[in-house]
């Protein structure tokens, strides 16, 4: 028992006590109230009444003692509840840090030379919207976890970490906006190829119709669209010739980019594995 305790218990006593005596001597000796109270019936009063204050002084005992284990259970739970929170905020760190990084690394997925769907362009173009959609949907992730936007007083292991992310996923978004101009200028090459195979039909067709031509007017309209249709052939071939120096100089800025940020998804490694044990050192004190 604490000492507080010990105190209320004897003043409870003491102050029991004294009720009583002030009681016997006013009906023995008193005039207020005249009665004869043998000494049996006074002991007996004397018996009850102490047995009452016991009674007293036990049930705040009781009380006392039932109060400070509902406390203690109360101050456990939180405890516990404080500790299950804790764990499950590291999870949610430990996520979001191996997303960005699953983010950064699956980006060799989508070299152009490697994995691209010739055949179907379509299905490139989705997979690099999608790929455009996790960027938004992780950063959002990571601000919401590290309360990035709301928290002014970042470690110094957070501020790092921030910055080389920002650069990590402008650097992903403008890689993935070159490796969509590629498709493009893949599919813009699919279609023009077939194009000039058109043109060169319809111009065969039209040399046979000029040869002939009846009048004067045929054979001058079949001679312009002979004239549109070789403008349009040249172009054609002008820009089919230059497709292959143009995807070398896309693939060979896109791998200078991809290798910058296979660089930075480094740093970014390492600034995780540096910021998670931050985290549970942090948790670890607040637990204790």
Not at 106 to 116: G, K, L, Q, T, Y
Not at 125 to 130: L, R, V
Not at 165 to 182: A, N
Request: hydrophobic share 40%.
């Amino acid at each position: 028992m604490k000492k507080k305790e010990i105190i209320v218990v004897f003043a409870i006593i003491i102050v029991g006590l004294i009720i009583a005596f002030i009681l016997n001597y006013a009906l023995t000796y008193g005039r207020m109230i005249e009665t004869i109270i043998s000494k049996d019936a006074w002991l007996n009063f004397w018996g009850s009444y102490c047995g009452g204050l016991f009674a007293v002084a036990v049930g705040y005992l009781a009380i006392i003692h039932s109060n400070r284990n509902n406390e203690k259970a109360i101050n456990q739970q939180y405890v516990l509840l404080k500790h299950q929170q804790n764990e499950k905020k590291l999870d949610e760190y430990n996520l979001c840090l191996r997303n960005n990084l699953e983010l950064m690394n699956a980006v060799e997925a989508f070299r152009p030379a490697i994995s691209m769907n010739y055949d179907n362009l379509s299905v490139t173009k989705s997979e690099i919207a999608k790929k455009k959609s996790l960027i938004f949907s992780y950063d959002l992730q990571y601000r919401y976890v590290f309360e990035i936007d709301s928290n002014n007083n970042k470690t110094e292991i957070e501020s790092k970490y921030d910055k080389c992310w920002i650069e990590s996923r402008t650097l992903l978004s403008d890689i993935l906006d070159k490796q969509l101009d590629f498709v493009l200028r893949v599919g813009q090459n699919i279609a023009e190829t077939e194009m000039k195979r058109n043109n060169q039909s319809i111009l065969s067709t039209l040399y046979q119709l000029l040869s002939k031509s009846g009048n004067q007017d045929e054979y001058k309209r079949y001679q312009q669209d002979i004239a549109n249709t070789t403008f349009e052939l040249e172009r054609l071939e002008k820009s089919i010739h230059t497709y292959k120096n143009d995807v070398d100089n896309m693939n060979a800025n896109l791998k200078k980019s991809l290798d910058l940020l296979l660089f930075k998804a480094k740093e970014l490694f390492d600034l995780s594995i540096v910021l998670m044990k931050e985290k549970q050192n942090i948790y670890s004190i607040m637990k204790d």
